[in-house]
Structures are given as structure tokens and as C-alpha cells.
């Protein structure tokens, strides 16, 4: 089994920033793709930033986003970051973190963390 642990949500201003991270834990062998996604109040869930496997670490972000968030990953620490820069009301929702996760029985799993809350308010 894998968790993911998600952290660093918060309230900030319109035009601050905040940092989240997504730590994975568990029997894990690689972790392959992993991304953030978020949900705000009566929308569906969507994509926000992915970033590739262990060595092609390529980026892909949301149109809304793009040039405010970066994605990054540490696979020495098997963690995944989203700095968030000039952010908007807009960006307030519940941000997931999800891994594409090969564990140490050859086992391919998707996995999501509990979500952590963003809100973006004066």
C-alpha cells in the first residue's frame, strides 16, 4: 500500500503565494507519473500540473496556471511540490495529489492523497 500526504494549504492574499507539497510513503518501487489536480465548491475535479517519471521529468500544466505554478518533484525524497505564485480567488479549491505508482510486487497503482484546502481571499 502507498499514502499520499499532501501539506502546505492555507489562506493567502490575491497576488501572494503558497507552497504544497505531496510526500509518498508505502511499498513503493518507482514512482512514474504524478500530478495535482484541483476541486473547487460544485465543479469537477481537474487537472492543474503534471510532471513525468524519475528521468524525463516533463511538464504540463493547466492553461489557467500556466506562468504562476511550477511543478517540481524530489524522487531522493519520493515528494512532489507545487509552488503557487500571483494567485487569484479563483484558485481557491482543494488540491489533490496524485502518483502513478509501480509498489515492489510489480504492482501499477493510481494514487490520490486526502486533499489540502486553498483559499485565496482579501
Known amino acids: 500500500q502507498v499514502q499520499l500526504v499532501e501539506s502546505g494549504g492555507g489562506l493567502a492574499q490575491p497576488g501572494g503565494s503558497l507552497r504544497l507539497s505531496c510526500a509518498a510513503s508505502?511499498?513503493?518501487?518507482?514512482?512514474?507519473?504524478m500530478g495535482w489536480y484541483r476541486q473547487a465548491p460544485g465543479k469537477q475535479r481537474e487537472l492543474v500540473a503534471v510532471i513525468s517519471g524519475v528521468v524525463d521529468t516533463n511538464t504540463n500544466y493547466a492553461d489557467a496556471v500556466k506562468g504562476r505554478f511550477t511543478i517540481s518533484r524530489d524522487n531522493a525524497k519520493n515528494t512532489m511540490y507545487l509552488q503557487m505564485n500571483s494567485l487569484k480567488p479563483e484558485d481557491t479549491a482543494v488540491y489533490y495529489c496524485?502518483?502513478?505508482?509501480?509498489?515492489?510486487?510489480?504492482?501499477?497503482?493510481?494514487?490520490w492523497g486526502q486533499g489540502t484546502q486553498v483559499t485565496v481571499s482579501s
Open positions: 496524485n502518483a502513478d505508482v509501480t509498489d515492489n510486487r510489480w504492482h501499477r497503482t493510481d494514487y
Open positions: 508505502g511499498r513503493i518501487f518507482v514512482i512514474n507519473a
